[in-house]
């Protein structure tokens, strides 16, 4: 899953080189691994997900989006916009292993893999293996083998920094790249929708709208302490990132303190059925995490944004390490039922692992979910 960007103090200074980053994210991963494996889906509206009255969709492919089908859409909601629309059960043992395949195919270019999830990644090619002088290139060749091992297409961005590599990947999909070069960085930025930002979600974004921001020219007019005021840690990445500068680098041995994921819905939950529902493809995403890096944690939080904003977090720890979907689901229950009945709407759920190690060896390799879809 993607990682929440945090600034850090490596914006403070200038870096030695210029980097050469490259942001891989596979198109449509999980439907078109689908429609790959069943040539009956090609070219149909598929949704990876429960089609259930309180289903949830997980993924959506490319031609189920034109209908405006998204992800952590209600079913119903999903099915209506799209009559059509096709439901598969989630199969993350095969998303896996198609992405461990993915992955044999960065290490021949770099050591310097960042992964975020499982469909994606950060590759820090500036010296890369083959010795491939142009990024542009490198991700050409990227790929084209990601293709011709899996059958699936990959989108990449080009830049000099994490932050513009991320963005720009988001420019030609599907099975496209997009190049941002240096000095060039600022000026793209300055006509980003805000809402484009990677690391501003719509929370961020609605604030940001109050605030008068509505594109990076605008979030660049603000200073630091007003940034800082407004957004806490958060400022001085915003403050960084709209002027296109990001510091980071990509570090293939970074170790996680905790994962997690979150959602905010289209309308608000007010149930203990609706909220596990929506639960369903939150967790998965942090079980499918846990399961390709081999890890579980032993403490989890529940993460509950209402529709007045109030926010609130419950956490629980565990004999053992958690990390699949059942297990996670079960160390959540009891904050969920604690939520109920609640006076007023649920307009976002988080669910995050932490004190993160070895799962348990007496724990089975793969369960089924407690909540159905």
């Not at 603000?222 to 002027?243: I, N, T």
């Not at 970074?254 to 289209?266: C, D, L, N």
């Not at 939950?269 to 596990?276: K, M, P, S």
């Not at 993460?303 to 007045?308: P, R």
Request: one cysteine or more.
């Amino acid at each position: 899953m993607a990682e929440i960007l945090k600034p850090d103090d490596e914006n403070a200074s200038e870096p030695e080189t210029v980097r050469k980053i490259v942001h891989v994210d596979m198109d449509a991963f999980y439907a078109s691994v689908e429609q790959r494996d069943n040539p009956e889906l090609k070219g149909k509206p598929v949704a990876v997900g429960g089609s259930r009255q309180r289903g949830v969709v997980a993924a959506a492919s490319y031609e189920a989006r034109e209908y405006g089908v998204r992800s952590a859409m209600p079913s119903v909601t999903a099915q209506r916009k799209c009559p059509n629309l096709i439901f598969v059960p989630p199969r993350f043992d095969v998303y896996k292993a198609v992405s461990a395949k993915i992955h044999q195919v960065f290490a021949e270019y770099t050591p310097l893999i960042e992964p975020l999830s499982l469909d994606e990644a950060y590759l820090d090619v500036t010296d890369n293996l083959m010795g491939v002088p142009l990024a542009s290139e490198v991700a050409q060749q990227i790929r084209r083998k990601i293709w011709e091992a899996t059958g699936l297409t990959a989108s990449a961005g080009i830049s000099y920094n994490k932050f513009l590599a991320k963005t720009a990947s988001s420019q030609r999909k599907p099975n496209g790249q997009f190049v941002i070069p240096p000095g060039k960085g600022e000026a793209f930025v300055s006509t980003l929708p805000i809402t484009k930002f990677y690391g501003v979600g719509p929370a961020t974004a609605e604030r940001m709208q109050r605030l008068e921001i509505a594109n990076g020219a605008d979030l660049r007019a603000k200073s630091l302490e007003f940034l800082q005021q407004q957004f806490g840690k958060s400022g001085s990445y915003f403050y960084w990132v709209a002027r296109g500068i990001d510091h980071r680098r990509v570090h293939n041995d970074r170790v996680r303190k905790s994962v997690g994921a979150e959602t905010t819905f289209g309308q608000d939950l007010t149930t203990i059925e609706e909220a596990r529902q929506a639960l369903v493809p939150i967790i998965e995403k942090v079980a499918a995490h846990c399961s390709a890096k081999g890890i579980g944690g032993r403490t989890v939080t529940l993460k509950v944004k209402y529709a007045d904003f109030e926010q609130i977090t419950r956490s629980r720890s565990m004999a053992t390490a958690a990390r699949t979907a059942n297990s996670v689901a079960a160390g959540l229950e009891p904050a969920l039922v604690g939520l109920f009945p609640t006076p007023k709407g649920i307009r976002l759920l988080g669910v995050t692992l932490s004190t993160l190690g070895p799962p348990s060896s007496d724990q089975p390799h793969q369960e089924q979910m407690t909540f159905s879809i």
